[in-house]
């Protein structure tokens, strides 16, 4: 209805001054196919840290293609049909730049692969990634298959029977040297931490983060019962040693600005529902006033620490805002905004997901505004000198 009766029709995009904005095909002077690209989520980054390749998904019927894109050329290295539209394959490069990790189906459930930017395959490890170590050493993995049934559009389409029991179901740490795994964190031990009534099933953890040292990491434990879905916020070590540090039902996205504060958006009972500065030391919270207008977001921390990208989801014009704050003005700037074609909801949207290049003068983001899916660069490098 608020489409019908606020969107204007013959809207696309329109960006700030000062940027300019390329597809990444174009940007990379490659003849695009027919085909829908993304990259995916917000908290990895589909540049090398040199910023000479670029790694990408392209649809193709039901699975994506993984092609590296770099000057006057693009090369398919691999496929996937563990893939969805918010997240993709998991595909980023391993911290040393020198090799891609993705997350597919394996002969018996979702497993990780470790290909060379030629496709070469390297290695594969039993369980599949939710996020990698830093330092490249280790990744924390979940339970795709339970992630699927509660919230599919994170899911791989693979939940077809019963899951495990919570006991022995939870977050992992899976060593790239050895390929051994551990269970860190047991799904029994959350759900024994709340008073819900929720049914086993419908408890399931997502969002695990390392923070920048990888000495310790985030991740939210979730659930749907009588009360609706219920979100809380944990912090641990290394070894799962982990508490609660936000528990008012909401927290959804958020990004490390050191080894100790978090930027999250999510509820609080002194400032109720927007951004947050977190320190997860001492469990205080400062309120960031200049974001209050636009809602919930994806955060992306630029590389020097001064800015944050982020972007709301659809406004009653249909229309998605990437906006640009200042840490040290507290100054907001909308950077673009970008129409959304009704065809793109539920499980088919298109979030932004903006993430900053190595250098922090481009900004990476998927988008439907011409009527396709595409992923897009917008250089800042003006707005931000």
Known sequence: MNYYGYADRSFEYEIKDGT???????????DSSNRNH???YFDVHPWTQSMDRFLLHEL?????????YRHGEYTPIATSSAWNFQQGSRTQWHPSGESILFNRVGSRNIVATEIDSSGDPITTYDRPIQVVHPAGTEFLSLNYDRLDRNRPDYGYGTHTGSLLDPATDGLWRVELDSRNDELLVTLQSLIERTDTAAAPDDHYVNHALYDPTGERFVFLHRWKGEEGRVSRLYVSDRDGNCRVVMDE???SHYCWLSDSELFVWGRTAEF???YHVLDV???EF???DALDEWGDGHPSLSPDGRYIVTDTYPDRKRQRHLLLYDRETDNVTELGRFFEPLDYTGERRCDLHPRWSPDGTQISFDSTHTGRRDSYILDVSQVIN
């Open 286 to 288: 400062e309120y960031v």
């Open 60 to 68: 193709t019927g039901d699975g994506v293609e993984i092609s590296i």
């Open 20 to 30: 300019q904005l390329a597809s990444v095909p174009t940007k990379y002077d490659v």
């Open 272 to 274: 109720g529902d927007g």
């Open 249 to 251: 039902t909401v927290v």
């Open 38 to 40: 993304f990259f995916g």
């Open 281 to 283: 030391d001492s469990d």
